[in-house]
């Protein structure tokens, strides 16, 4: 149900959850990716209005990339609805079986990183 991938929203996540300015390079650093990779999603996101390259107002070579309100707007929704998605596992769970189901996560985690 997504309008964007997975890997679109995670750069917005860092650009709508962590103090700026952004840059490709930072992000790509932050997502344990490539500089291409990041810019390839972030032309995505530009293509559909979600994110805005800005020149830096102390380097004019360099561009800080920022959301707009349409992305922060995205964002806000689709956290929503993964909010309420977690909300509804934990329910049919039971706490102590989701706190179980968030540690094994978590455990998986740190072996695939």
Do not use: W
Not at 16 to 23: A, E, L, N, R, S
Request: proline residues 6%.
């Amino acid at each position: 149900d997504m309008p964007i991938r997975n890997s679109q929203y995670a750069v917005l996540n860092i650009m709508c959850t962590m103090p700026g300015p952004h840059v490709p390079v930072g992000l790509a650093e932050i997502l344990g990716v490539s500089k291409a990779m990041v810019s390839a999603h972030l032309a995505a996101l530009m293509e559909r209005g979600l994110v805005v390259r800005v020149p830096s107002p102390e380097d004019g070579r360099s561009v800080y990339v920022m959301p707009t309100k349409r992305g922060k707007d995205l964002f806000n929704k689709i956290a929503r609805a993964n909010n309420e998605k977690l909300n509804l596992i934990k329910t049919q769970l039971g706490a102590k079986k989701f706190d179980a189901f968030v540690k094994l996560i978590a455990q998986v985690n740190q072996i695939i990183d």
